[in-house]
């Protein structure tokens, strides 16, 4: 049997069974299917194809999209000041620790990009399990803007890697600031013709038609978008963000269509980013060193960020501003890109990218059953109250 029919059925194979083993094992599927990649790759199940690369580097753009369709830039707009001035010092405070923890650990400089990731994508499955609080609401407020410069972060690395420090590199920088004015431009006048002419977003994406035109926009800009950053030399995963910030900001009108796009998203193409991501482990590699530094370094992560919420001590109080801090813990998809773009460009070396590809999954799970755990914890003080 020729390897790439072994591949199809082996990716096929955890396609299926994946949402069955989270269930049992009561842990997020795509930590399942990291695993179940890393499982199949030992086993030779999983071997190089090009095919498969390009799928799983589709699934992860996929992903950003959806992570911007969280965003609506109109709802951000209407936060209160204090929020936001709170949580820029919360992000610069993140920062500089990460710096001091650099300096004293000796760690790469990579690091002072790595250790403030923030992502919101699994603070939703939190939402879900627990239902709405206020630190969650908080969190995700804050979490947005932490993404955002995740992101432009992520992308000036990309910039660094490819040019190193020269000319180059600045003419990029230069770009990407240039990219969003521009898209700030573009945003504000898209805005004043939608209040113009308020039917247009509905002649444009109408909520129930048979040919999908909303689906076709949406898949359409997404390429679109992805080609200008390849044209501007700047990294797509920002321009799939925009993407689905921009979905969302405009067309909320149509609730259906984050319903539409998630399904072959977290169906497939983002399964398939999961899995190759495990491939990439070898587990003959892991031993009590790696994975002593896995745990190191999630517990760092999650420090800085416990340290750096108490500025909302008064509004969330201790509990809270615990759990504030875990749900922003968790960048599993930045951290994986991060690393991943280090590793290809040899900033980091192969024992440091399995180590951080096993902290992204450890951060999960400690945040999920820390979430659980000190929630349940407050349940009961107030039942003994």
Same mark, same amino acid.
């Given at each position: ?232 030399? &700047?990294?797509?995963? +920002?321009?799939? $963000?925009?993407? !689905?910030?921009?979905? @969302?900001? =405009? *067309?909320? %009108?149509?609730?259906? &269509?984050?319903?539409? +796009?998630?399904? $072959?998203?977290? !169906?497939?193409?983002? @399964?398939? =980013? *999961?899995? %190759? ?18 745990? =190191? ?89």
């Amino acid at each position: 049997m020729s390897a790439e029919i072994v591949l199809i059925i082996t990716l096929s194979v955890i396609l299926l069974i994946s949402p069955y083993v989270a269930n049992v094992l009561k842990l997020p599927i795509s930590m399942v299917e990291i695993l179940l990649g890393s499982i199949a790759s030992a086993m030779h199940l999983l071997e190089d194809n090009e095919m498969f690369k390009i799928l799983a580097e589709v699934g992860f753009l996929y992903l950003m999209l959806l992570a911007g369709m969280e965003v609506n830039l109109k709802e951000l707009l209407k936060v209160d000041k204090k929020v936001f001035i709170k949580g820029g010092v919360f992000l610069l405070l993140l920062y500089t620790l990460s710096i001091i923890s650099v300096i004293i650990f000796k760690f790469s400089t990579i690091f002072i990009a790595i250790l403030p990731l923030i992502s919101i994508g699994l603070i939703l499955s939190i939402q879900q399990e627990i239902g709405k609080q206020p630190w969650i609401d908080l969190a995700i407020k804050i979490g947005v803007i932490g993404e955002l410069l995740s992101i432009l972060v992520l992308t000036i690395l990309s910039g660094y890697f490819e040019y190193g420090l020269s000319k180059k590199l600045l003419f990029n920088i230069l770009i990407l600031f240039a990219f969003l004015i521009v898209l700030g431009i573009g945003f504000i006048l898209f805005r004043t013709l939608l209040w113009w002419y308020p039917k247009l977003k509905h002649s444009l994406m109408p909520i129930y038609d048979k040919y999908h035109q909303d689906v076709r926009i949406a898949i359409s800009l997404f390429f679109i978008m992805i080609a200008v950053m390849l044209v501007l030399h &700047l990294d797509v995963v +920002l321009g799939a $963000f925009v993407v !689905g910030v921009f979905l @969302t900001t =405009f *067309f909320d %009108h149509n609730h259906n &269509l984050e319903h539409k +796009l998630a399904p $072959f998203g977290f !169906g497939f193409l983002i @399964t398939i =980013f *999961f899995v %190759h991501v495990g491939s990439s482990i070898d587990l003959k590699e892991i031993n009590f060193n790696l994975l002593k530094d896995a745990f =190191f370094i999630s517990f760092l992560m999650i420090l800085l960020r416990i340290i750096s919420s108490f500025l909302f001590f008064r509004e969330l109080r201790f509990k809270n501003s615990i759990l504030f801090a875990l749900s922003l813990s968790m960048p599993l998809t930045l951290l994986i890109a991060t690393a991943t773009l280090a590793y290809q460009n040899h900033t980091i070396s192969g024992y440091w990218y399995t180590v951080l590809v096993l902290t992204s999954v450890l951060e999960v799970a400690i945040v999920m059953i820390g979430v659980k755990i000190i929630n349940k914890l407050q349940f009961q003080k107030k039942d003994s109250e």
